[in-house]
């Protein structure tokens, strides 16, 4: 089998890896609360380290050896109102988070072709680092240009809905820092266009498929990327495609439209 699934009966477009999704020997068992997690991320207590944080998660260059003076610009601490994450997002309302911002950021992707990378859109990124558990909370990247008009992302209990519908469960943080930065898993998550998407979010999580045990891995959500084959009236730019991609081996494990936009449409799904 080639992996694919067109028209199943989630009513998704879906590429899942099933080699990839039964391995068990590269499952990561230590996540945030994990009984047999020994080793911990520290708390954040200035822009200096919040910077720091960042840039082992993401391995982004820009933010490698970043003087305290530019990162005090870079980093401010706030609370987060509002998360739409599944599964997390209610439990981290009223977090302290470090929110680090960088502006006009390119990707040297090595993997794709260098027309891709010298034509790809730049981009506007935030950065949540938990100010207490040092977690990275989560990543948006924003085109740097004029304003894209693209269609709202579901409550996070209606996403959180839509992700159980076909299997998939977000379990918690990671307890430690990622293999595969998330630089690294941009090279792999094609199917979510990180050099074409208008807008990126990505998560560093804990997440399980259809009762395997769970993995560290990154979610990596492209909205506003081409599409392929487009009906009438779709604008050229509309698609959007989230990637999972395992955090210590760099593979692609699925990569699917899930959870669903039109969660209004959705009797019952909640239940």
């Not at 994990?34 to 391995?59: F, I, K």
């Not at 008009?149 to 159980?164: G, N, Q, T, V, Y």
């Amino acid at each position: 089998s080639c992996g694919y699934a067109v028209n199943c009966p989630e009513g998704l477009l879906s590429y899942a890896n099933p080699a990839i999704v039964a391995k068990s020997d590269t499952i990561c068992s230590r996540f945030a609360g994990h009984p047999d997690s020994t080793d911990s991320l520290r708390s954040v207590a200035s822009a200096s380290e919040a910077v720091s944080r960042v840039y082992d998660y993401t391995g982004f260059g820009g933010l490698r050896s970043v003087p305290s003076s530019a990162a005090a610009e870079m980093a401010t601490i706030e609370e987060i109102e509002e998360d739409n994450t599944p599964f997390l997002g209610s439990e981290n309302r009223g977090k302290e988070v470090w929110k680090v911002r960088m502006e006009g950021v390119s990707l040297p992707l090595e993997k794709w072709a260098a027309s891709a990378v010298r034509n790809q859109y730049p981009k506007n990124y935030e950065f949540w680092i938990d100010a207490d558990s040092g977690y990275l909370v989560k990543v948006a990247g924003r085109y740097d240009g004029p304003p894209v008009d693209l269609p709202p992302e579901p409550p996070a209990d209606k996403a959180e809905a839509s992700l159980r519908f076909v299997g998939e469960v977000y379990e918690g943080y990671p307890e430690d820092p990622p293999a595969i930065t998330l630089q690294q898993a941009f090279e792999e998550a094609m199917p979510s266009s990180p050099l074409r998407a208008k807008e990126l979010i990505a998560v560093y999580v804990m997440w399980s498929y259809r009762g395997e045990p769970a993995r560290a891995v990154w979610c990596i959500t492209g909205r506003g990327v081409p599409i392929i084959k487009s009906r009438p009236g779709d604008p050229p730019d509309g698609g959007r495609m989230r990637s999972v991609v395992d955090a210590t081996t760099g593979d692609i494990i699925i990569a699917a439209t899930s959870p669903k936009l039109d969660w209004e449409n959705w009797e019952g799904l909640d239940k």
